[in-house]
Structures are given as C-alpha cells and as structure tokens.
C-alpha cells in the first residue's frame, strides 16, 4: 500500500468515523447542539449582557434530531434562541443568566484543557406541548483569544427523575409530619427487635429522649393476648403479617428520668397516670399496639404504633365521673326544690300545732287547772312541733343557698326559652301557643332556670288540662257535663257541674302567654317623684312584671282551685302534685306572687316578678 | 261604742288561722278570722277597735297590699305582720308600708301575745286620742270668733298684755275671754289647755288679724 492509497483508505476511514459519529449525534436521546454568538463575547462582559447576546444575538450552528424534535421544528441551524420558545424558559432570562455566567466563570478560571472546562447545570424548559422539562446540562464552552466564541451543549431530559424524586420527597414528608404529629407513639424494630427510628410520642412513653432511644436500640414491648387470642410473640407476629392487642410497655424508672431528661414534669405526670389503679407497677405501662411487619433484604420490620390505655382510661374515668356529678346536682337541685316547697307548707301544720297546745296551756291556767302531767304533755308538743320546724327551717335554709343564682334577665327571653322546650309537646297535642310579650323594658333578676321551670311548669299543666278535656270530649260525647280538668276524680268531689266543651262549639286548643308590666314607666316616674319628699319608696307601686299563661280548656273548678296550692295534690295527671306548690314557694323567693284565676274561657294563672327598677330595699 | 277590742286574724291556711284564733282566743281575748284580705276589708269597720294580726304571703291581695289599703283611711289599727324566716326585705318593706311590728315564724306563743297586747294598746290609745280630739273639736266649735283668736295667742305663749295689743283689747278684757276660754275648753290647767292646743293643732300665730 503506498502512501496515495494509505491516505486514501485513511480519508476514507475518517469520513467513515465522521458519518459514524454523525449517525449517533443524530440518534441519541440526548440533545446535542452548538450556539455561537455573532462575536466573541469578551471575558469582562457582565452576566446580565452575556445573556442577552447569548439568547438573541446567537445562532444555533449544531443541533442534531432531539433538539430539533424537542422544540417541534424540523432543523434549528441557523435559528436564534430567542426565536425557540421555552428555549431555557427564555420568558425568564435566570437561566440564560445561569448559563452565561456557568460559561464566564469558566472562561475567568483561565486557558486550560477544554475538557476541564465542562460545566454541568440542571435547567427547566417548556416543551412545545407545553410541558416543563427538567434537563441536566453540559456545557462546553469554547475560547478564543477574544473570548467566548461558541457554546457546545449535551442535554439529558432528566424529567421523570426528577418528578419521582419530588414525589418520593414529598411522600417522605407526609409521612415524617404524621409521624411526629401522631398522639400515639410510633416505633419500627428490626427483625431482632432493636429500635431503628421512633417518634417523639414514643420516646415520651418510655420515659427516655429520643436520641438516647434510639442510640440504645432497647425497646422492651410485650404483646399480651391478642384480640382473637393469638399466639403472642413477635416471632409469631412476624408470621401473621399484622396484630392488635396489648401490650406492657416497660418504663425508664421514673426517678432516673426525671435526673436525665429535660421533660421531667411531665415524665412524672406521666408517670402518675400510669400508676393510678395499675397492678402492673409503676414501671410497666398497659398499651394498646398495633403492629405491621414488612420484609425488606436485611429481614423483617416491625412498625408498631402504640397508644397509652392507662391515661385513656382515666379520661373515660374523668369523663363519666363527671356525669355522675351532673346527675347528682341536678338531683340535688330538684331535692332542694322539693326541700324548699314543701318546708313552708310543712311549717303551717307544725305552727298550727304548736299553736293549739299553747292555747291548751293558757286556757287550763287561766281556768286554775294545775295538773302536771297535761302541762308537760302539752308543752313537750309544743317544744316537739317547734323542733320539727327547725329542722325544715335548716334544710330549707341550705337547699335555698345552693340554687340561688340570680342573674339579669329579660323576661320575655326566660319565657322563650321555656316555650321552645315545650314546643314537641305542644306539637304532639296539637295545641297552639300565641305570646303577647310587654314591649316595655322587662328586665328582672332572676334565677333563670329556677322561673323557666315555673313557666314550664305552667305550660304543661295548661297542656294537661286542654289534653284531657279534649279525651272526655272525644270519648264520651253523650255524657252529661262533668269534670273536664277532672278526669278520674269523682263527681262527688266537686259538687257542682262546670260547662263543659261538650255543650260549647270546640275551639281550637289554644294557650296564651302574656305579660304587663305595671306601674308603666310614666306612673312609677310620677310615683317616685310624690314620694322622694318623704325619703320613701313607693309602696304600692312597685314596678312588677305579671306573667300570665291561659288556656281556653274547661277551666278548674272551684272545689279544685281552692285546693290548687295544697302540697301533693293532684288533678290526676302525671306528677306528683308538688308542681304549683313548687313554683308558687320559687315566685315568692323572688318577691313575687303566684295565683290562679278563671280566665273567661279557660283557665289562668298569674305570677308576678319585680323589676329591677324596682327600689332596692334591704 | 264597743269596749272590747278584737284582734283580727287574716290569714289563707285554714289550720293556721284557727290555731291563731285559738291561742289568742286562750287568753280571752275576742277574735275574729278571715280567709282572705278580700273578706276582711268587706267586712272591717273602721270603728270597731282592736289589731289586725296578718300572714304577708297570701294569695289575691297580699298582706302587704292590704296594709296599703288600710292606710288610705285616715285611721288605719296597728297590723302585726307575720312573716317568713329571714325575708328582711320583706320586713323591711311591711315596717315602712306602716306596719306596727312584724314577727318571724316560728314564733314564740309568747312573743306573738305580747306585741298583740302593745298594737291593742296603740289601738286603744289613738281611739282615746281621737275621741279627746273629738270632745276639744265639740268645745272649740262654741268658742265666739275673739275668744279663738285669744285661745290661739295664748296657747303660742303670749303673756296677756301682748295679747291685748295685738288684738286692740284691754288686758282686763283678754283676762276675761281668757277665762271664757278655760271654761268653754274645760281645761284645768294652762298646761291642759295646751295640750288640748296641739291635739286641735291649733298652734301659732293667726293667720290674720281684724
């Protein structure tokens, strides 16, 4: 072979690698591609204006398939950036920026191998379907003497890992937060039971820190029996893939805890708790766990989350204690109630009492009768009748200071309220309810809930009352007028005939419920400037509020309504007859008064409550 | 005009105002019971002497608002009210709605008889008060027009020789009316005369002088 033909195979064999190289320009993934700018750009130029020139005063010299697909056109030689959208985001000249001075810092590190040159840089784009592309760059810039003079670029489309890698991050996010949020304590042993991470829920069970938890590696759990029974070990719980249970988690002593960690209060608080009722020992904590086991090449991985059944357990005791303790004070209060209606009525058989065997007493001294056994018997009732009242005075006495609460109301807003509770009932006899409320000022001072249940406490004997003389009038339309707010009381009992709805067209059940505030505003005025010249209140005159609820049922008859206000005296509905004698002693402890009245078509009764403009007189 | 005073019993609790009837009724005095404020005063006259004993928790008119009523009249009797134990207000409020005295149940046999036999007492004495007022009213109205406006000088206190002055007389004339005066009034005294003055409220200087 002679130097012609050797030169010939060599030309040959450089063309063939050229157009090998070609060919894998042309087929890589990667985008390949050759800017240069339409002179060299000198090393001092600043970043800003070596952008600018990079990206609209360039033109692409190279740029195989990738590039050229990547930006949707057929070839990008001889194409400025700028004309490329999403080039670099060129909406957004920082990457531009990033590049230019990727490439001035390179030229600024002075004439070197160009291999060393190479600068990589991670840069975003948007594709021409509009999609952003993370791309990993190299760069590879090229010097003259007058400075840059052309840019060589290799660009791997790097999206998918980039978007994985952001999804695995943020994956490891939510489940770090939901690990150091979780009120349960969390933990994740190895397959010889050593601790490999814990949150801080957990390490607060322990008694231990975190740091030193985890350092150790010493986490003593032990299952108890499972929910099914199951065998209970984790070597068997690594079999059956997940269980629930219990558990005894063992404690850090408290009082090493209280020297070491910086929680220490609230490790001993922990520690109360756990102790309380506990047989296992101030050491040991009763939990519930619920473990996954996964298997990964180094063996089996415990997850185990573990929630403290000792201080749950004294919630729900505080809890239902606490329900125990309403439902004592609110049979207390009815007691007090009861205490207090029933003491004044109680008090009036007792003075009788005492009152008769005094009279005893004086009539057979002034009579000059002196026998010592009568006088001793009659002042022994007497002193026994005095003692009986006493002890009524004193419980009526406590009962009163436990239920008094008086607090500003608007009238109209307590009776509202007990309205509102009664309206099922009202409902469910069909009966309408009408208010016609003063709209003067209606402000008294009240236990509210003491007047509401007098209020209530009216209404349902007005519903009774409409609801059995409804039941008469349905049931027995030929019988002859009788005893409407009488059922099962005898005709005897009464003595004398009521009209009843039989006779009358029915009208609509109906209750009304009003009030009147007396003086009006302008005659209590007029009343107290008559008597400020005396320094005296106005007697009469007291700004009052009067409260009435009327029915237009049968009405009461008058050998009931005299016998209204006895204690335990009922009309044979559901209570027990304390009711009225209830409220009326309740009205009176606010100063007002309580009474029935026939209404003209119906029944009515009225209470009275002071106004807080009322002179205050004590 | 009835001698025997009578205590008046109000009171709704039936046992109550018997008992009360009955213990005061032991020693001997006369007494009358009422259900009601409504009933008594239907039935009250004013010149029958005697107390009213009253419970203040009644229903219809309370004992409170009787005693209002009562005062309207120009001659109310002493009321002794019975009250609950421990309602001060409501004490508070019977004493200066012009209540005689009130007591607190329970109440001591005792204590109850005692401030009836006081509120008689006040009774009895504003009875004789307004009688004497009555009789001095009868007398005066026979004084003539001078010997009123000697009588109302003298009882300002001023000695005879002013009296004549003022009034234009000799004091040998105003001696005379003087002792027309102590006549016509039966009075005994100067002192008596006086007392007869402030009971007529006839005190202070005449308005006018002819």
């Known amino acids: ?618 | 005009m009835n001698a025997q005073p009578t205590v008046f019993i109000v009171d709704d609790d039936p046992a109550m105002r018997d008992s009360l009837g009955f213990l005061i009724g032991s020693v001997g005095r006369r007494v009358e019971t009422y259900a009601s404020a409504e009933d008594f005063l239907e039935a009250y006259d004013t010149e029958r002497p005697g107390c009213i004993v009253l419970d203040v928790r009644m229903p219809g008119l309370s004992g409170l608002e009787l005693m209002e009523r009562l005062h309207e009249d120009r001659f109310a009797p002493p009321v002794v009210l019975i009250t609950g134990h421990g309602d001060i207000p409501m004490a508070v409020r019977a004493l200066k709605a012009g209540a005689f005295d009130f007591i607190e149940k329970p109440f001591s046999d005792q204590v109850l008889l005692e401030r009836i036999q006081q509120a008689l007492q006040k009774d009895s004495q504003e009875r004789s008060d307004e009688q004497d007022r009555a009789d001095f009213e009868r007398r005066s109205g026979r004084l003539t027009a001078r010997e009123k406006q000697v009588f109302e000088l003298v009882v300002a206190g001023k000695p005879n020789k002013v009296v004549a002055t003022d009034l234009g007389l000799s004091q040998k004339t105003v001696e005379v009316h003087r002792a027309h005066v102590m006549e016509k009034m039966r009075a005994e005294s100067f002192a008596d005369l006086v007392k007869m003055a402030v009971l007529l409220e006839v005190t202070g200087p005449p308005q006018t002088i002819e």
């Open chain 1, 1 to 618: 072979m002679n130097d012609q033909e050797s030169l010939l195979l060599l030309t040959e064999q450089l063309r063939e690698s050229e157009a090998r190289y070609k060919h894998f320009i042309e087929v890589t993934a990667d985008s390949i591609w050759c800017l240069e700018p339409s002179r060299p750009i000198p090393e001092d130029t600043p970043p800003r204006d070596c952008a600018r020139i990079l990206l609209e005063e360039s033109t692409f010299t190279e740029g195989n398939r990738s590039f050229a697909r990547r930006h949707g056109i057929q070839s990008v030689i001889g194409r400025c950036p700028s004309d490329l959208p999403g080039f670099w985001m060129s909406g957004q000249p920082s990457h531009a920026m990033a590049v230019a001075s990727q490439a001035i810092a390179s030229q600024a590190a002075g004439p070197s191998q160009n291999r060393s040159r190479q600068q990589d840089v991670m840069i975003a784009e948007v594709d021409a379907q509009g999609r952003v592309r993370h791309l990993a760059c190299s760069l590879y810039p090229v010097e003259s003497s007058l400075g840059l003079k052309a840019i060589w670029a290799i660009e791997r489309d790097v999206t998918t890992k980039v978007e994985e890698e952001n999804l695995l991050r943020q994956s490891q996010e939510f489940y770090k937060a939901i690990a150091e949020t979780a009120l349960d304590g969390i933990c994740v042993m190895d397959g010889s039971l050593t601790l490999i991470d814990c949150n801080d829920a957990f390490a607060e069970l322990t008694a231990e820190s975190r740091e030193d938890l985890i350092e150790s590696g010493v986490v003593k759990l032990q299952p108890l029996l499972g929910i099914k029974d199951d065998p209970v070990s984790f070597e068997s719980i690594a079999k059956l893939g997940r269980w629930r249970g219990e558990a005894i988690l063992t404690r850090r002593p408290v009082s090493d805890a209280a020297l070491h960690t910086a929680s220490s209060a609230d490790a001993e608080g922990r520690s109360g708790s756990g102790l309380h009722g506990e047989a296992t020992g101030p050491k040991e904590l009763r939990v519930e766990l619920a473990c996954r086991v996964t298997e990964v090449e180094s063996g089996a991985r415990y997850y185990c989350f573990v929630r403290d059944l000792s201080e749950r357990r004294s919630a729900e005791k505080r809890e239902s204690d606490h329900q125990r303790a309403l439902a004592h004070v609110a049979r207390l209060s009815t007691l007090g109630e009861m205490t207090s209606g029933i003491a004044h009525e109680l008090n009036q058989p007792l003075a009788a009492i005492v009152n008769y065997a005094n009279g005893c007493a004086r009539i057979l001294s002034s009579q000059g009768v002196e026998d010592p056994m009568i006088t001793r018997g009659l002042s022994a009732i007497a002193e026994q009748g005095r003692r009986a009242a006493d002890i009524i005075r004193r419980m009526r006495s406590f009962s009163r200071r436990e239920s008094d609460k008086r607090e500003p109301f608007r009238i109209s807003d307590v009776l509202s309220e007990a309205i509102e509770l009664s309206i099922p009932d009202l409902h469910k006899a069909g009966i309408r309810i009408d208010t016609e409320f003063a709209t003067t000022s209606d402000i008294v001072v009240v236990d509210g809930i003491q007047i509401e249940q007098v209020t209530l406490n009216l209404i349902r004997n007005a519903i009774e009352a409409l609801t059995a003389s409804r039941a008469v009038r349905q049931d027995s339309p030929a019988r002859p007028a009788g005893h409407g707010a009488l059922p099962g009381k005898s005709d005897g009992e009464s003595g004398m005939t009521v009209p009843r709805a039989s006779s009358i067209p029915a009208a609509a059940p109906r209750i009304l419920i009003r009030t009147t505030v007396s003086p009006t505003v302008q005659e209590s005025a007029a009343a107290e400037s008559t008597c400020t010249k005396e320094g005296d209140a106005p007697q009469g005159e007291r700004p009052q509020v009067t409260i009435s609820i009327e029915d237009n049922g049968p009405g009461i008859p008058e050998s009931v309504s005299a016998r209204l206000f006895d204690p335990f005296f009922s009309r044979g509905g559901q209570g027990i007859g304390l009711g009225l004698t209830i409220s009326r002693s309740i009205v009176e402890s606010h100063g007002g008064r309580l009474w029935y009245a026939p209404g003209q078509d119906g029944a009515s009764f009225h209470f009275t409550l002071p106004l807080r403009s009322a002179p205050i007189l004590e």
